[in-house]
């Protein structure tokens, strides 16, 4: 019986394993990220998955430092599905079927990092989840499969997570048989192709002098399991999870926190931007709890008049 290792370190990670080894096609390993890595986006553990299916464990921060190369060399297929680093060699060739990987984006699109903020950010409409055989490069590998799918105006951060969860699942359960088998045939990547930069958390700050249809993109972009967008306050960081677009041509200054918005669910606070409004809805002073940003205005932390970005 063919063998793979599989490593991993997001949300789809648990529910993924639970169907492979529902239909007959478990992983021999696990290799995840230790506790000590769970501030990263989209962290989930493995550990409740290994002890549920009795499969191995490694929890490492570096996967190319020898530990894995030891346990995956004797394996068939190693599959690598949202880790953060580029596996290297000798790991990277440690499986006579090879390295498999998935990217949310319509490869050769998109290479790199943060795919899924800069998918919001940029306003695509379509793109597509891409599985792909590894090489030395960043995602440049030959393309197995691509699947699709859709990314509307309302979709944030956490909805297109959960479309891509599903893809992930999907593709995995479907196409790990096959390569198991030796029945998959890979094509190269078409030619030229782009590559999307690196997200830093300090990268989230709000610029309340763009177009508030950027900005409501922005803070889509940023949601959870992203650490959010962030604006200050009289020098005290408020990060905005969710707001609501208002295009309207008004005079006041950016930044401007003009008035109340009331409504049968969760309320907001317009504020102007530098075209149109933004309805500031779910906010979280750093450090502390979640609130709705009404809640701060009726306490008097986000006045009416209050400048944001200062």
């Not at 989209?42 to 921060?61: M, N, Q, V, W």
């Not at 893809?167 to 198991?180: E, F, G, Q, R, S």
Request: proline fraction near 7%; charge should be negative; hydrophobic fraction near 40%.
């Amino acid at each position: 019986m063919k063998t793979y290792a599989f490593a991993t370190g997001m949300e789809f990670a648990a529910p993924a394993v639970d169907v492979l080894a529902a239909q007959g096609t478990p992983p021999s390993l696990l290799i995840g990220y230790p506790p000590k890595l769970q501030h990263r986006s989209g962290f989930a553990p493995l550990r409740e998955a290994s002890d549920k299916h009795g499969i191995p464990l490694l929890e490492t921060a570096d996967i190319n430092d020898g530990q894995a190369y030891e346990l995956v060399k004797g394996m068939d297929l190693f599959v690598i599905a949202g880790w953060s680093q580029l596996v290297r060699e000798p790991l990277l060739s440690a499986c006579p079927l090879g390295s498999i990987g998935l990217h949310p984006t319509r490869l050769p699109e998109g290479r790199g990092r943060a795919a899924l903020p800069w998918t919001i950010i940029k306003r695509l409409e379509t793109s597509a989840v891409s599985l792909f055989f590894l090489d030395e490069g960043a995602d440049t590998g030959d393309l197995i499969a691509q699947r699709e799918f859709t990314i509307s105006r309302r979709d944030d951060a956490g909805a297109v997570y959960r479309k891509v969860t599903e893809i992930n699942v999907d593709l995995l359960a479907t196409y790990i048989p096959l390569l198991l088998e030796g029945r998959v045939v890979a094509r190269p990547q078409g030619p030229g192709g782009s590559w999307w930069e690196k997200r830093r958390p300090e990268d989230g700050v709000i610029d309340w002098s763009r177009p508030a249809a950027e900005l409501y993109d922005w803070v889509r972009a940023l949601a959870a399991p992203y650490p959010g967008a962030f604006t200050s306050v009289s020098g005290r960081r408020l990060y905005v999870h969710s707001a609501d677009l208002v295009e309207y041509g008004g005079t006041e200054p950016a930044g401007t926190v003009l008035a109340p918005v009331w409504s049968t669910g969760v309320g907001g606070v317009l504020v102007a931007c530098g075209s149109g409004l933004l309805v500031v809805r779910e906010v979280q002073w750093d450090g502390e709890e979640r609130r709705d940003a009404l809640d701060l205005m009726e306490s008097g932390e986000l006045p009416v008049g209050a400048c944001l970005g200062s």
